[in-house]
Every structure is written in structure tokens, then in C-alpha cells.
């Protein structure tokens, strides 16, 4: 079955910098894969989705990017915000479900 | 105007007792999942419906029971608490039936349970 790797380690990043996640998977590429944020607290909230034959995505200051042949998806903020503090789930589908990572925490400082 | 809602949001119990999560969705969707979020963050589905037909039983011991008396409603309840089973358990629903996961989850709040 897939395995999905994020950094498990938390990203600081100075405000107005860019932002990059990495969701990593292990075996065949899934047709779609998305991503979720998550504030502490609370449930994840869709953020953007990907096709595999898409190689980018985006919407406001978000970018995903999708390599299958390195099976591997990024995740950018750019201009990133303090407000952007949050964890940052990528999940992808394999066989019946979904399946997430377990995110990366993103922290924003000023 | 709440999409996914549960209640309760917090759930102290002590282990042996039998307890009940329930969860709505406003959103007119076919799908309905319960996940369970460990204390390392991982999320992980336990349960799914389609239509209020079970789909997915993720190798979740028996003691966790989730019924769906129609399709905005799936509640989870669980008999004989362990300690094992602190975790915040979250509800989620999306728009149509399990297919290649192009579709969004919308996730509850979640509901925290605490086994003493």
C-alpha cells in the first residue's frame, strides 16, 4: 500500500518569505493528489487538488507542484503571512480511500 | 452555517464505559467517513458510508460501532474504552461515492476523547 513522507520536523520561515512543503510517496502515482491545512484544534480544510498529468497548480499564493517520476509533490506560499501558521496534510488516494501524510508544521514568525 | 458538525467536541470517560460520537452534514453528500488522529498527528480512516451503506472497515477492532441512520447523519459508538483509544476522532463527508479521490473531504471539528 502507499506510504506518504512529510517532513515531520517544523519549517520556520521569516514573513514574506516562501514557504515549500514536501509530500513524498512511495509506490504507483495516484491520479489526483490534494492538500489540507490544519489549525491546531480543528479539522483540515481542502486547500488545492492535482492531477497527475498536471504539473502545477495554483490559486492565490498557493502552488502545488505534482512529479510523478520523482513521486513527489511541493507545496509553496509565497509572501507567506504569520496567519499561514499551520500544519499542512497531503493526501492522496489509494485503492478505496484517502490516505494522509502526517504534515508538516509550518510557522510563520514576523 | 456549519457544513460537518459533532458533537461532543471534548469526551472525558473513564476505561470500561461506553460511549458515542455524532456527527451531521449539511452538504447534501453521498459519503461520510470517521478518521482517527493519533497524538502524532497521523490521520487515519476507520470507517466510510456511501449512502448509508458501509464501504470501509479499516481493521477498527469490533468495539467501534458506526451507524447511519441516513445519509447527513453517521454517529460512532464505542463499547468498553481503552486507553488505547484517546485520540481526536473526526468526521468528514464529500460529495459522491468512493471513487479516485478526486473529490475534497470536508472534515468536522473534531471530537477529543479521553480514556483515564
Known amino acids: 500500500s502507499q506510504k506518504i513522507e512529510q517532513n515531520s520536523e517544523a519549517l520556520n520561515i521569516q514573513e514574506g518569505k516562501t514557504a515549500t512543503l514536501t509530500c513524498n510517496y512511495t509506490?504507483?502515482?495516484?491520479?489526483?493528489l490534494q492538500w489540507y491545512r490544519q489549525d491546531p484544534g480543528r479539522g483540515p480544510v481542502f486547500l488545492l487538488l492535482?492531477?497527475?498529468?498536471?504539473k502545477e497548480k495554483r490559486k492565490e499564493r498557493l502552488k502545488v507542484t505534482f512529479d510523478t517520476t520523482l513521486k513527489q509533490s511541493l507545496f509553496h506560499i509565497t509572501a507567506s503571512q504569520p496567519a499561514d501558521s499551520a500544519t499542512y496534510l497531503c493526501a492522496l488516494f489509494d485503492t478505496d480511500k484517502l490516505i494522509f501524510g502526517t504534515g508538516t508544521r509550518l510557522q510563520v514568525f514576523p | 452555517d456549519t457544513a460537518v458538525s459533532q458533537t461532543p467536541k471534548y469526551l472525558v470517560t473513564q476505561m470500561g464505559n461506553d460511549k458515542s460520537i455524532k456527527c451531521e452534514q449539511n452538504l447534501g453528500h453521498d459519503t461520510m467517513y470517521w478518521y482517527k488522529q493519533d497524538s502524532k498527528k497521523f490521520l487515519k480512516i476507520m470507517f466510510s458510508?456511501?449512502?448509508?451503506?458501509?464501504?470501509i472497515n479499516e481493521t477498527v477492532p469490533n468495539r467501534f460501532s458506526p451507524k447511519s441512520p441516513d445519509k447527513a447523519h453517521l454517529n460512532l459508538h464505542i463499547n468498553s474504552l481503552e486507553l488505547g483509544d484517546s485520540a481526536v476522532y473526526f468526521c468528514a463527508s464529500s460529495q459522491e461515492g468512493l471513487g479516485n479521490g478526486y473529490n475534497e473531504q470536508f472534515f468536522g471539528p473534531g471530537t477529543r476523547l479521553t480514556v483515564l
Open positions: 492535482i492531477r497527475e498529468n498536471e
Open positions: 458510508y456511501n449512502n448509508k451503506e458501509l464501504i
Open positions: 509506490n504507483y502515482s495516484p491520479a489526483y
